[in-house]
């Protein structure tokens, strides 16, 4: 018997790598190389192929107009997938006046955004309690990096069966990442998508920027996984100029899909107004990521 085969349960090899044993008794079912996965959102719209959907939208539902506007600008580029969050995670327990959380308000509005316009929806959980509303609406649950190693609510949403995104905590190894994954998986639902968002480290070049966008995760998580991985260059730079090229490299990385937040203004953004591209700005960025994507032969 290899000494591979001899299960370790308990923590007798700690490491930050993945380890053959890992693979074999810790991670199973994330590590599976059996076959590929492919989440299917529904009217062609596939993570884990060939193709790399984008999704964008801004940081918070803020209100109709700006939700409005967001779903005729994803229209106008050809994109699918619409983002906003009705329930945010802060960093900081302050808000800026103009903004809260529009809750289920906000869920309402992504609702109707999401009828007239044909477009599916990706917003965040934070809470349990908001999971049943979310999921009306949703066809992907974001678990933030801030929740990902919130093992109960990654348990909730697993058994809701709808895709989920699991963002890697910025302080978080590949190792404790799929870790988290496989609390996902154990549950039965397979409709995973991870997504790497920057990790922070020492310094990042610039005031204005925040983590660092991890571009070796994706060749790294690769081969050590079968599921789909995205790319948010956003709250990885934080600094809105830097997002073209982030977006680009990610694509050459081999991400399966990115997040991107866009605004029809970013400077009155009521979160972290540094970091949405704009309208303009994200149609071109849209234009150059198509022909990055068709020069490895992939789609956007
Ligand atoms: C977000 O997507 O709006 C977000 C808060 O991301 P993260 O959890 O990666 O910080
Ligand atoms: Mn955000």
Known sequence: MSKYTIKNLSNKFPTKDITKDDKINKLPLSTSKKNKKIISLGD???FGQNSIPIIAGPNGVENYKLM???????KKN??????GHAYKPLTFPYRSRQYKESKNEGMDIMDTIKKDFNLKVVTEVTEISYLERICETADIIQIGSRNMQNLELLRECALMGKPIILKRHFGASLRDFLGAAEHILVEGNEKLILCERGVSIPHTHRDTSRFALDIQAFPALKELTNFPIISDPSHASFWAPWVPSLTLASIAAGCDGLIIEIHKNPKK??????QPLDFNQFGNLVKTARTVARSIKRKI
């Open 44 to 46: 062609g719209i596939v």
């Open 68 to 74: 409005y506007e967001t779903a005729k600008c994803l």
């Open 269 to 274: 953004s009521a979160v972290d107004p540094l």
């Open 78 to 83: 050809k994109i699918s997938i619409i983002r």
